[in-house]
């Protein structure tokens, strides 16, 4: 019987193994800064020499962009799930918003059951620091503009997301956090004007999801965050259907 040689192992492949961990459990974000090499070698506790060897590793991958005198950077792509022409194009189009609650229907529904079991303390402070800011929202009313309710809702529902520890999740949020945000500002507008409880509704289905999630009770943070959704589907399919009765309308009154 014949044995390959067992080749060791170079130190920078495992500084790499390290830096793609992070950048995959969501440590390090896209665009995020590297320390300086120097005291990331010191952290690391490994030579200048072996770090430098694994960043352009890692640059050889695409995951992080060394600028000449600048640093070194996670790659502004890894936080990108769809260009920028296919955002919008998603954004100004009804069906495509539609689609885009359905699928937060089933993906906002599996980070809440995740979170529920697995949130650590750190992570339930995290959550706790957004749901209070967006609560925060909600009690000045007529302070906040949609873009900052839609920012603070966004972050809400991505802390979720980090502390449901699945990195496929995790990133597929991140990637579309731009869209998330402005689909929540696109559709508060509408719904406050539709149903006067709309808000009431939102801050109690919030807490209640917040609660959960804290609470450990998986399939109720499932459920809540499933009810939330289709609450948000339905005052916007009334919303929809109002816009069509005026237009018809207006088209009559224009004969």
């Known amino acids: 019987m014949v044995f390959d040689q067992v080749r060791q192992r170079r130190l920078s492949d495992d500084i790499v193994e390290r830096l793609e961990g992070m950048?995959?459990?969501?440590?390090?974000?896209?665009?995020?800064?590297?320390?300086?090499?120097?005291?990331?070698?010191?952290?690391?506790?490994?030579?200048?020499?072996?770090l430098r060897e694994a960043i352009q590793k890692l640059v050889a991958k695409g995951l992080l962009v060394s600028?000449?005198?600048?640093?070194?950077?996670?790659?502004?792509?890894?936080?990108?799930?769809?260009?920028?022409?296919?955002?919008?194009?998603?954004?100004?189009?009804?069906?495509?918003?539609?689609?885009?609650?359905?699928?937060?229907?089933?993906?906002?529904?599996s980070c809440a059951y995740y979170a529920a079991i697995r949130a650590t303390s750190v992570d339930r402070d995290r959550l706790k620091?957004?749901?209070?800011?967006l609560q925060d929202?909600?009690?000045?009313?007529?302070?906040?503009?949609?873009?900052?309710?839609?920012?603070?809702?966004?972050?809400?529902?991505?802390?979720?997301?980090?502390?449901?520890?699945?990195?496929?999740?995790?990133?597929?949020?991140?990637g579309l956090f731009d869209l998330l945000k402005r689909n929540v500002v696109t559709n508060i507008g509408g719904m406050y004007k539709q149903r006067s409880e709309t808000r009431d509704m939102l801050i109690s289905q919030h807490?209640?999801?917040?609660?959960?999630?804290?609470?450990?009770r998986a399939e109720d943070a499932r459920a809540v965050s499933s009810r939330h959704i289709l609450y948000v589907q339905e005052v916007l399919e009334e919303v929809r259907q109002e816009v069509q009765r005026e237009a018809r309308a207006e088209r009559r009154k224009g004969r």
């Open 23 to 50: 950048i995959l459990e969501g440590s390090l974000t896209a665009g995020e800064r590297l320390p300086a090499e120097r005291a990331l070698a010191e952290q690391f506790g490994v030579s200048r020499p072996s």
């Open 67 to 109: 600028r000449q005198g600048g640093g070194n950077y996670v790659a502004e792509a890894l936080g990108t799930t769809f260009s920028d022409p296919l955002l919008q194009l998603l954004e100004c189009n009804p069906e495509a918003q539609r689609d885009l609650l359905e699928f937060r229907h089933t993906l906002e529904a």
């Open 129 to 133: 620091a957004a749901f209070d800011a």
């Open 137 to 174: 929202c909600y009690s000045r009313v007529d302070e906040v503009s949609r873009a900052e309710e839609g920012m603070a809702d966004a972050r809400f529902h991505l802390a979720i997301a980090e502390a449901s520890h699945n990195a496929v999740l995790l990133h597929t949020i991140r």
């Open 207 to 216: 807490r209640e999801l917040y609660l959960a999630i804290v609470e450990g």
